[in-house]
């Protein structure tokens, strides 16, 4: 079908000239997801998003996700496709806010009011899907309920600082989407960040509840976190180390490295490499765990909004996961402003 | 986005109080996704988003890599030759827009139901240059009056 542009010619008027953008308009996007793993998990995952700019200066974003994984063997564990998404065949609101920003001279503050990911580290959507890894870090990975991308806070949030320089305070309660869901009380997150250059760096701090499925406690969970990024001409290289207390007499400290690479001369592909490493002990239990991986892959942008993502895994330390792993998956995704 | 070739069009002067053109970053986004600009526009990149971002240009068109910056702050470019630019960012790979810069004063870009507006265009034949996004390549044609229809194939 051919689509037809009318080009009108006015015999006279001033010159049209591109104008400041003021707001956005309303922006539909959504992708489809299909993957594979030799960790005997077939997946298919879809998301939909909605944001944009309303009336007084507010903005909002809204996303739904439906993903749903099959296990040959159902007490097989896998944390394939997990990179941002929770694998838990039903359709759920990821996150839905509204946020308004405010410049009182060269100062920033936000407000941002609805549910949202928690501002601990690393912790946009976007820097863990669909960037090249479709597994999250270990420190991600919900299974060890430290810290996960699967966690949602329903609250408010407030940046102030200097572009330079700013710290973030978050105060809401769990609203988790994946299979390991905390329990209900009040959440605290802090974050201080700046940049130099092209480093930034971060320092995160955040009590919460532990998971309802953790030993009792009347505790807290504390999770600490630092992590660095560095940009330059194509080349990001990013780590987080976090550490916590996850099960209230258990200690998790976890970190990974890692680089996403899109040079001129690569073309649609873009190469990542991960190496992490994830320590558990358990004081009452006794119980000192590992688990170390490290990942190589790609992401190839093939046109018409369709990408291709590989991964090749190496793991030890948990013999529930093979030593070998390999993950493919191609998203199709489609904007409509 | 249409523009009309006019190879004798004098430049103008830059005015500071010239209304700024902005390619804006929100909600991991750019907006608009798709801008024209005519040779020697500078063009503001404000990060109004609540995450760092990295633009850079590294194919055709005007080469840059802003480096990382946080919400709040803002890089310029002045696109100071011809072509199509595609505008990326180094950290979320979903993010795209396009810049095309021509070198002529005559020239729209179309609004939701594709259509344009061109003002004060002279008399004569002219030769007409149109692009979307996704196209390969430019469609091209002449036009002496009335209105254009520009079907793509």
Redesign the interface.
């Known amino acids: 079908m051919a689509l037809r542009l009318a080009l009108v010619i006015a015999g006279a008027a001033c010159l049209i000239e591109p104008r400041p953008a003021h707001g956005q308009s309303i922006t539909a996007e959504a992708a489809l997801t299909g993957g594979y793993s030799t960790d005997d998990v077939m997946a298919a995952a879809t998301q939909l998003r909605v944001f944009g700019d309303v009336k007084g200066g507010i903005r909002f974003f809204g996303e739904a996700a439906w993903a749903g994984r099959s296990l040959s063997d159902l007490d097989h564990e896998s944390d394939s496709f997990n990179a941002a998404y929770p694998y838990t065949n039903r359709v759920q609101i990821i996150e839905a806010y509204g946020e308004r920003l405010f410049r009182p001279h060269d100062a920033l503050v936000g407000v941002r009011g609805g549910r949202f990911r928690p501002p601990f580290g690393i912790y946009n959507a976007s820097d863990h899907a669909y960037s090249g890894f479709l597994r999250a870090p270990l420190v991600r990975y919900e299974e060890y309920s430290l810290l996960s991308n699967n966690q949602l806070e329903q609250g408010a949030d407030l940046v102030v600082g200097i572009p330079r320089f700013t710290v973030e305070a978050a105060l809401g309660a769990p609203g988790d989407v994946g299979e390991v869901v905390r329990r209900s009380g009040l959440d605290t997150v802090v974050r201080a960040q700046g940049y130099y250059g092209p480093l930034i760096a971060g320092v995160s701090y955040m009590r919460t509840q532990p998971s309802q499925t953790a030993p009792v406690t009347d505790e807290h969970n504390h999770v600490t976190g630092v992590d660095l990024r560095w940009t330059h001409a194509g080349v990001q290289l990013r780590g987080e180390w976090v550490s916590g207390h996850p099960f209230g007499t258990g200690t998790s400290i976890g970190w990974y490295a890692d680089a996403i690479v899109h040079r001129t001369i690569m073309g649609p592909v873009t190469a990542v490499l991960r190496v992490e490493r994830l320590d558990f002990q358990d004081v009452e239990s006794g119980s000192d765990e590992y688990l170390s991986r490290q990942t190589i892959g790609a992401r190839v942008n093939l046109g018409g909004g369709i990408a291709l993502q590989v991964n090749a895994l190496h793991q030890s330390g948990d013999e529930d996961y093979p030593p070998l792993a390999f993950d493919v998956a191609v998203t199709w995704s489609v904007r409509k402003p | 986005m249409?523009w009309l070739e006019a190879p004798n069009a004098p430049r103008p002067n830059p005015r500071p109080d010239?209304?700024?053109?902005?390619?804006?970053q929100?909600?991991?986004?750019f907006?608009?996704?798709v801008?024209?600009?005519r040779v020697g526009?500078t063009v503001?990149f404000p990060n109004?988003d609540?995450?760092?971002h990295?633009v850079?240009s590294?194919?055709d068109g005007k080469r840059f890599?802003l480096?990382?910056?946080?919400?709040?702050?803002m890089r310029r470019v002045l696109f100071d030759q011809t072509g199509l630019s595609r505008i990326f960012c180094?950290?979320?790979?979903?993010m795209a827009a396009y810049v095309m810069t021509v070198d002529s004063?005559?020239?729209?870009?179309?609004d939701e139901?594709?259509?344009?507006?061109?003002?004060?265009?002279p008399a004569g034949t002219h030769t007409?240059h149109?692009w979307?996004p996704?196209a390969v390549s430019e469609l091209t044609g002449t036009?002496t009056?009335?209105?254009?229809?520009?079907?793509?194939?």
Do not use: C, K
């Open positions: 249409v010239a209304p700024r053109v902005v390619l804006d929100r909600n991991l986004s907006s608009p996704h801008l024209v600009v526009t503001d109004n609540r995450v760092f990295n850079f590294f194919r890599d480096g990382m910056y946080p919400v709040g702050a180094n950290i979320h790979p979903n004063p005559y020239f729209a870009r179309s139901s594709g259509a344009f507006t061109i003002a004060a265009v007409y149109a979307r996704g036009w009056s009335g209105t254009l229809e520009v079907a793509w194939p």
